[in-house]
């Protein structure tokens, strides 16, 4: 379920793991040619593609949200943190990072782009917090420099009325900064 997906993406090895897969998958996706898209013949293809795309989406929403827990659990680590979404977990960002700068879910294709997919799982005023998060705002600025045209073009105007008052934020983040940078040079 997607609280798998949450574990694998914000534990340091199971980040990486996570990662290998959707690369893998996804290069199965673009390239019907290559010598594992061929092993796995057009049945098996189809199904892991599939696959990717569900799992593709699963990461976009917890990029954004995390599902709650159901508080009849009978487990008393009350000590243990609340989960984060992914754009805000130190592993789970840069997760998120590297998978919209391989353009995973196809590329410069907006229907099934990364970067779009956490756009569209953002809403309404979730851009300004997103902007003012040190983690959330790298995970934007990887959007800008290497998601699809369509998805650059929709977060630029998403951050177009927070421009100004980001550039003369005193207190801004470093991500806040590098993402300021990254919109004002397009």
Excluded: Y
């Excluded at 779009?116 to 005023?125: D, K, N, P, T």
Aim: hydrophobic share 35%; net charge negative.
């Amino acid at each position: 379920g997607r609280e798998d997906v949450h574990g694998l993406a914000t534990d340091e090895f199971g980040c990486r793991v996570l990662e290998q897969v959707v690369l893998t998958c996804s290069e199965v996706q673009s390239n019907p040619e290559d010598h594992l898209s061929k092993c796995l013949g057009e049945g098996e293809r189809e199904t892991t593609i599939a696959r990717l795309q569900a799992l593709v989406k699963s990461i976009a929403k917890l990029s954004v949200e995390v599902e709650e827990e159901d508080e009849d659990d009978d487990d008393d680590d009350d000590d243990e943190e609340a989960p984060s979404p992914l754009a805000e977990d130190r592993i789970g960002h840069r997760l998120l990072k590297r998978l919209v700068k391989a353009k995973v879910g196809g590329g410069d294709d907006a229907k099934g782009d990364l970067g779009m997919m956490i756009l569209e799982a953002m809403e309404g005023g979730m851009a300004e917090k997103w902007t003012r998060g040190n983690r959330s705002a790298f995970v934007l600025s990887a959007i800008l420099e290497f998601g699809s045209e369509a998805a650059k073009k929709r977060l630029l105007a998403l951050l177009k009325p927070l421009q100004s008052e980001l550039q003369n934020d005193k207190n801004a983040s470093k991500g806040t900064k590098v993402l300021v940078k990254c919109a004002s040079s397009r």
